[in-house]
């Protein structure tokens, strides 16, 4: 790090530099953008940020985190902590541990790194570091959830209903509905960025096939879609 700052789910300011760089370097180019877990966190909130004032053409999600409230407690149950908020609690500690001499002048480390749950973590880091008031503000301002009505360019928006990381109950599907631009397609079964199919899975994915096919429909039909 040049400067103590990193990222979080709701400040898309780096994505949106990245977009404006590339649409000025190929401003006639089809253009569109996909985001996976948070970086589809990410794509949401800039899209429900912008509306129809983004040169994307359309976007792609997938296995996004809608709303962070529930995504959090739904990590901190006994197996789901086991399994996966200490790992990823750990792995957040050790991506600024490496930074801290510079980040140690604005925050006690010492208590940060000693967060046992993602929600810890970002109580003692991330919203501070974003200058939020409090963890449910920044939680509340990163959740898609409460953007997705706003969004102004063509979506999919693929998640399964047993993702733990986004469960089922708190996708937003009447929103969506609301949203002429949003399709949200759900599956019953393919966890968070899993969808394998078949007893013996292959390399292919539902997940990729959906990507190839929607991609593949906005380069060659696109025209059709903002027309309509």
């Known amino acids: 790090l040049q400067t103590p ?16 760089h590339v649409h000025s370097l190929h401003p006639s180019a089809p253009f569109m953008a996909a985001g996976v877990s948070m970086g589809g966190m990410l794509l949401l ?11 994307l053409m359309a976007a792609a999600i997938f296995s996004a985190g809608w709303n962070v409230f529930e995504s959090v407690e739904s990590l ?3 197996l789901n902590w086991l399994l996966f908020n200490y790992y990823l609690t750990t792995c957040l500690q050790s991506s600024i541990s490496r930074h801290r001499q510079m980040l140690e002048k604005l925050f006690d480390m010492d208590l940060v790194m000693k ?16 200058g939020y008031p409090t963890i449910d503000d ?10 997705l009505k706003s969004v102004g360019i063509p979506v999919l928006c693929l998640n399964s209903v047993d993702d733990v990381f ?4 708190a996708i937003p599907v009447e929103t969506a509905k609301q ?13 968070h960025i899993g969808f394998l199919e078949g007893i013996w899975p292959r390399k292919c994915t539902y997940m990729d096939r959906v990507f ?17």
């Open 45 to 55: 909130n800039y899209l429900g940020k912008t509306g129809r004032d983004t040169p």
């Open 138 to 147: 920044y939680y509340e301002d990163a959740s898609p959830c409460r953007k």
């Open 76 to 78: 901190e149950k006994p």
């Open 115 to 130: 967060a046992r749950t993602v929600r810890e973590f970002d109580k003692q880091f991330t919203s501070v570091m974003f």
């Open 5 to 20: 700052r990193t990222y979080c789910a709701a400040n898309t300011e780096d994505l949106e530099a990245v977009i404006h």
């Open 166 to 169: 986004s469960p089922g109950h």
């Open 179 to 191: 949203n002429a631009n949003v399709a949200l397609v759900l599956t019953s079964c393919g966890g």
């Open 212 to 228: 190839k096919q929607f991609v593949q429909a906005i380069f060659e039909h696109g025209n059709k879609f903002f027309s309509m």
